[in-house]
């Protein structure tokens, strides 16, 4: 019996192979139907405008001297958002006539040996970055940063730590608590996550990944692919907290199942392998998000996200339900039941989706910009909440924000 439903599942496997060898061969591509595609295609330039606060170095750019690493890892989008919004057209210089204002501060860029960012100095460098505008412009007081927004890239944004535990116990900066952030952590009903907050892919090198093109006509010959921990042994050495047990899940399951591809080794074909791929495992880690979801789609690997409750980037431009699958946490000993299970014109669907280049283009911040990349799509994002509601605006003198609050550590000077 056992050979028999391995027989069907490499039948299932070929099928996809040939089919989606087809695919490559023609090339075709979908648009994004509705009002995603509308929104995904929108050019933010003359829709607001953007006035970008000058900070002493110390905030931004000598971490970066000290640094240069920080350019690479995957938060790296709250540098790249500065350079953008240096030279873009929706920048103003006159203050009084901005929409938006814009505090560049590199939180993440503190780096451990190992290319870790460490957070625990990230919210004292932010209430210092705000306590220097608040003193020296009048513009955060009259809404207390209501019309301010933040690039916060960490696991867990504002909250400021890369342990779910310890980030919910510290809750958002209560600085922040106004402002809109611009974040890669995005999950339904948790305290990281307030309304309004705009969620957006990782950094991921797009140059790097453009010198691992292979050819279009490649077949893909791998069912489903994987490379990462499944255990964090260091930091969860009991087990079943690290990605809350559904790696380890994936990996005690189907190890030895003929369709999976998945190890913990990061060959330098890497690339080239999700390329060769018809689904690629999303599944989450310490947080629910990270950079294989923006390689999956760059590369046309389906992917297949597994972290209940995701808010995934730029969700009201992509159509996530269309070129991903969703499998939950619970449901991951089904996973070659559940894509085995995908008619072959879905799959189909999917990749023809996948290649559609504004796609791609949404989840990448390249190096110049370019119209329809993740910069753009963040600026849509903030031009869609204009005009600001005058209920922002505080009397004279009014407060809201509590200065004093938060852990003690996080009120000394930085």
């Given at each position: 019996?056992k050979k028999w439903?391995?027989?069907?599942?490499?039948?299932?496997?070929?099928?996809?192979?040939?089919?989606?060898?087809?695919?490559?061969k023609?090339?075709?591509?979908?648009?994004?139907s509705?009002?995603a595609g509308?929104v995904?295609?929108?050019?933010?330039v003359?829709?607001?405008?953007v006035?970008?606060?000058?900070?002493?170095s110390?905030?931004?750019?000598k971490?970066?001297?000290?640094?240069?690493?920080c350019?690479?890892?995957?938060?790296a989008?709250?540098i790249?958002?500065?350079r953008?919004?240096?030279?873009?057209?929706?920048?103003?210089?006159?203050?009084?006539?901005?929409d938006?204002?814009?505090?560049?501060?590199?939180t993440?860029?503190d780096?451990?040996?190992?290319?870790?960012?460490?957070?625990?100095?990230?919210?004292r460098?932010?209430r210092?970055a705000?306590?220097?505008?608040?003193?020296?412009?009048?513009?955060?007081?009259?809404?207390e940063g209501?019309d301010?927004f933040?690039?916060v890239p960490?696991?867990?944004?504002a909250?400021?730590?890369?342990?779910?535990e310890k980030?919910i116990e510290?809750?958002?900066?209560?600085?922040l608590?106004?402002?809109?952030l611009?974040?890669t952590?995005?999950?339904?009903?948790h305290v990281c996550?307030?309304?309004g907050?705009i969620?957006?892919p990782?950094?991921a090198?797009p140059q790097?990944?453009?010198?691992?093109?292979?050819?279009?006509?490649t077949?893909?010959s791998i069912?489903?692919?994987?490379?990462g921990?499944?255990?964090d042994v260091?930091?969860?050495?009991?087990?079943?907290y690290?990605a809350?047990?559904?790696?380890?899940s994936?990996w005690e399951?189907?190890?030895?199942?003929?369709l999976?591809?998945?190890?913990?080794?990061h060959?330098?074909?890497?690339y080239?392998d999700m390329?060769r791929?018809?689904?690629?495992?999303?599944p989450?880690g310490w947080?629910p998000?990270?950079p294989?979801?923006?390689?999956?789609?760059i590369?046309?690997?389906?992917?297949?996200?597994?972290?209940?409750?995701?808010?995934l980037p730029?969700?009201?431009?992509i159509?996530?339900?269309?070129?991903g699958?969703?499998?939950?946490?619970k449901?991951?000993?089904?996973?070659?039941?559940?894509?085995?299970?995908i008619?072959?014109?879905?799959?189909l669907?999917k990749?023809?989706l996948?290649?559609n280049p504004s796609?791609?283009q949404?989840?990448?911040?390249?190096q110049?910009?370019?119209?329809?990349?993740?910069?753009h799509?963040?600026?849509n994002?903030?031009?869609?909440k204009?005009?600001?509601?005058k209920?922002?605006?505080?009397?004279l003198g009014?407060k809201i924000?509590?200065?004093?609050a938060?852990?003690?550590?996080?009120l000394?000077?930085w």
């Open positions: 019996m439903v391995l027989a069907v599942l490499f039948y299932f496997a070929f099928c996809v192979r040939i089919e989606a060898f087809k695919f490559h023609t090339q075709q591509t979908e648009r994004i509705g009002s509308d995904l295609e929108d050019d933010p003359g829709r607001l405008k006035f970008v606060y000058e900070l002493p110390k905030y931004n750019k971490i970066l001297q000290k640094d240069p690493r350019l690479t890892h995957m938060f989008a709250e790249y958002m500065h953008f919004l240096l030279s873009s057209p929706v920048r103003t210089l006159d203050p009084e006539e901005a938006w204002f814009y505090t560049p501060v590199y993440t860029c780096l451990t040996p190992n290319g870790l960012p460490l957070p625990f100095k990230s919210p460098m932010m210092s705000i306590q220097l505008i608040s003193s020296n412009w009048p513009y955060w007081n009259r809404t209501a301010h933040f690039i960490h696991d867990f944004g909250c400021f730590h890369y342990q779910e980030a510290r809750g958002i900066l209560t600085l608590q106004r402002a809109t611009v974040q952590f995005g999950q339904r009903n996550l307030k309304d907050s969620t957006i990782p950094y090198p790097k990944m453009q010198t691992h093109l292979i050819p279009p006509s077949p893909r069912f489903v692919y994987f490379r921990l499944f255990y260091g930091n969860d050495p009991e087990g079943g690290y809350r047990g559904a790696r380890a994936v399951n189907f190890k030895n199942n003929p999976f591809d998945i190890s913990t080794e060959p330098t074909t890497y080239e390329q791929a018809v689904f690629c495992l999303c989450l947080a998000w990270s294989r979801l923006v390689e999956a789609v590369f046309g690997c389906i992917p297949v996200i597994i972290a209940d409750d995701i808010v730029f969700a009201d431009a159509p996530w339900e269309d070129i699958v969703f499998v939950a946490e449901d991951v000993p089904k996973l070659d039941t559940i894509l085995t299970s008619p072959i014109e879905e799959i669907r990749q023809r996948l290649a796609m791609k949404a989840m990448l911040f390249p110049p910009d370019q119209s329809r990349d993740a910069f799509q963040i600026l994002g903030l031009a869609r204009l005009p600001h509601d209920s922002v605006y505080l009397k009014n924000l509590n200065w004093t938060g852990p003690v550590g996080d000394k000077p």
